[in-house]
């Protein structure tokens, strides 16, 4: 369940991209998505394993680390943040984990 204080989350970086990018085509061309089901028993260390999958494929420009979600097996429609993904002003993306306390730090930060 989303708490009421984040009813209204950042959107993910495509969904920014999409609003924000002039497209050069009329016709894009088709995307897929890869969904891989992984079962941990508890948040946090799904939270945890999902922290180190994206990591691990950042360098990827295919993977779109900051939309990364998890959620519980019986209620997959109900997902949580993984990481904070709000826009900092020189356009980069929060690197910290969703709901952190303090600044917003982009990945290239220490």
């Known amino acids: 369940m989303i708490p009421p ?4 989350v950042p959107l ?6 999409a609003f924000t990018e002039p497209t ?3 016709d894009p061309p088709p995307r897929h998505v890869i969904h891989l089901p992984v079962t941990v028993p508890d948040l946090a260390g799904t939270l945890d394993l999902a922290r180190t999958l994206a990591r691990s ?7 779109d680390v900051a939309g990364l979600t998890v959620s519980a097996e019986d209620a997959q429609h109900v997902r949580q943040w993984v990481f904070c993904d709000r826009i900092l002003p020189d356009r980069r993306r929060c690197a910290r984990p969703a709901d952190h306390v303090g ?3 982009s990945a290239d930060d220490p």
Do not use: G
């Open 5 to 8: 204080d984040r009813i209204f």
């Open 12 to 17: 993910p970086r495509a969904a920014v991209l």
């Open 24 to 26: 050069d085509s009329a």
């Open 57 to 63: 494929l950042a360098s990827m420009p295919e993977v």
């Open 103 to 105: 600044t917003c730090l």
